[in-house]
């Protein structure tokens, strides 16, 4: 597995949904992708969270039963987008301004553009010296 690349969660409820965005990314992006239920990041320790370099999580209509998953997040510093199917979260989630919100079914470069803009930059490997 190649660390240098960055690593995207798709927390997503619907599988073929998350495949979906996986496809759309990889097909914009060299990137590694994992793909799981919102809940189960609720079971990932810090260190793991720490190795995110974007998760875009799915929001139900009722954000605030994941408003805890959101603070725990946003405080291991994962940078996120948001993901969701209704119009109920057009300008974003209360209490979450500047995190951008991509609408379900996905436009592939709305998304993609998306992803880029907030994804961790990660130091490069350092470049091969060739000698003369």
């Not at 997040?73 to 994962?78: E, F, Q, R, S, Y």
């Not at 907030?118 to 470049?127: D, E, F, T, W």
Request: net charge negative; proline share 8%.
């Amino acid at each position: 597995m190649d660390h240098f690349l960055p690593h995207i969660v798709i927390a997503e409820r619907e599988f073929l949904i998350a495949l979906d965005a996986e496809y759309l990314i990889k097909a914009a992006l060299d990137c590694r992708i994992t793909l799981l239920r919102p809940e189960q990041l609720d079971q990932w320790d810090d260190a793991a969270l720490a190795q995110i370099d974007l998760c875009l999580l799915d929001v139900p209509l009722e954000a605030r039963r994941i408003m805890p998953r959101i603070e725990r997040l946003m405080a291991a510093g994962v940078p996120l987008v948001f993901t969701t199917i209704t119009d109920s979260h057009p300008d974003g989630i209360a209490g979450f301004p500047g995190i951008s919100v991509a609408r379900k079914p996905f436009d592939g470069e709305a998304l993609a553009g998306l992803v880029r803009g907030r994804l961790r930059q990660k130091p490069q490997p350092p470049a091969e010296e060739t000698q003369n």
